[in-house]
């Protein structure tokens, strides 16, 4: 009944301390759904985020989970964030290939929108940089 699967277990151990890189990872209401990505969170020491409406499955809330993210790593003193999509994987395991088009289009946006969180963030902060520095030599001058 199994013949030809092949399994290979790994032993992962958390990433070394002397990496100064803060990770997290979102996370949905039912724990049972995200087992894969929770557990493979906790083997790197990866804080789990709450993402409000995040069902893990196609009914999911994908800009909660990309407004977390942003948050975290804007905001949050993250410097990483795994955002977990269920039903991508599914889509295709149910044979969906409709369902998987619409879903890699959604996920698409939500990276789309991710991204521009991130640059806006990145802009102010350059901003507020220059305006810092151009205080310091009216200070100075």
Do not use: W
Not at 2 to 11: F, H, I, K, Q, V
Not at 78 to 93: P, Q, R, S, Y
């Amino acid at each position: 009944m199994l013949e030809g699967l092949r399994c290979l277990a790994l032993t992962l151990d958390p990433l070394p301390c002397h990496l100064t890189i803060s990770r997290c990872c979102t996370q949905i209401d039912d724990n049972l759904q995200m087992l894969v990505p929770t557990g493979l969170g906790m083997s790197f020491d990866v804080v789990s985020l709450d993402a409000p409406g995040a069902t893990g499955s196609y009914d999911s809330h994908f800009a909660s989970k990309a407004a977390v993210a942003a948050d975290a790593l804007v905001s949050g003193g993250f410097d990483f964030c795994l955002i977990h999509v269920k039903a991508v994987d599914d889509t295709g395991h149910d044979r969906m290939l409709a369902m998987k088009v619409k879903f890699l289009e959604v996920i698409g946006r939500m990276i789309g929108h991710l991204l521009v969180r991130l640059h806006d963030a990145e802009q102010q902060q350059q901003q507020q940089q220059q305006q810092t520095e151009a205080k310091q030599k009216e200070g100075q001058g």
